[in-house]
T-cell receptor
Framework: EADIYQTPRYLVIGTGKKITLECSQT?????MYWYQQDPGMELHLIHYSYGVNSTEKGDLSSESTVSRIRTEHFPLTLESARPSHTSQYLC????????????FGSGTRLTVV | GQNIDQPTEMTATEGAIVQINCTYQTSGFNGLFWYQQHAGEAPTFLSY????GLEEKGRFSSFLSRSKGYSYLLLKELQMKDSASYLC???????????FGAGTQVVVTP
């Protein structure tokens, strides 16, 4: 039973379109993260948030932006999609001190054609 | 820079034991995690170590040596459903960010 939800699960979109990937969690976690993962490659942190109105860029440079207006919601937006944005995007949340790290969403597999 | 290294792939037969090693050099250390990821799915939590030693959980065990920057995940009595990628991740600060390795693809053969 998932407590963190990502939509859509799969998305194919044309170059230049604006898209928003949704991520919501029902656990009341303060911390939320977006990771990008290409097939067979490691997860790269692209954005994170430690609470409402707090967002930071991660280790991997990304052309996407995020917002955190409510605790449970952490959407990621690409203003103009490009084929280089084709990847899997994973959202996760955590609570300080918890010993299982993150709870992950099911991911959004994005293809830009 | 920060490095988390694991072997790319390991193959083992059903019923056998496999040990996946992970070495890390990170700017900070506040715990090491192992996740399992089946193809096309999200990672799921397997184990957590913050102190040196062995943590056992059913068929899975994880070991940590902080002085050596080394951990391993031991999978016993392998089953076909254990075929997956196993990710080593280090929590680098007290706030919770995780740095991931590239994962080790374990292939279990009959």
């Amino acid at each position: 039973e998932a407590d963190i939800y990502q939509t859509p699960r799969y998305l194919v979109i044309g170059t230049g379109k604006k898209i928003t990937l949704e991520c919501s969690q029902t656990m009341g976690h303060d911390k939320m993260y977006w990771y990008q993962q290409d097939p067979g490659m490691e997860l790269h942190l692209i954005h994170y948030s430690y609470g409402v109105n707090s967002t930071e860029k991660g280790d991997l440079s990304s052309e996407s932006t995020v917002s955190r207006i409510r605790t449970e919601h952490f959407p990621l937006t690409l203003e103009s999609a490009r084929p280089s944005h084709t990847s899997q995007y994973l959202c996760a949340s955590s609570e300080l001190g918890q010993n299982y790290g993150y709870t992950f969403g099911s991911g959004t597999r994005l293809t830009v054609v | 820079g920060q490095n988390i290294d694991q072997p790319t792939e390991m193959t083992a037969t059903e019923g056998a034991i496999v040990q996946i090693n992970c070495t890390y050099q990170t700017s900070g250390f506040n715990g090491l995690f192992w996740y399992q990821q089946h193809a096309g799915e999200a990672p799921t939590f397997l184990s957590y170590n913050v102190l040196d030693g062995l943590e056992e959980k059913g068929r899975f065990s994880s070991f940590l040596s902080r002085s050596k920057g080394y951990s391993y995940l031991l999978l016993k009595e392998l089953q076909m459903k254990d075929s997956a990628s196993y990710l080593c991740a280090v929590r680098t600060d007290s706030w919770g960010k995780l740095q991931f390795g590239a994962g080790t693809q374990v292939v279990v053969t009959p």
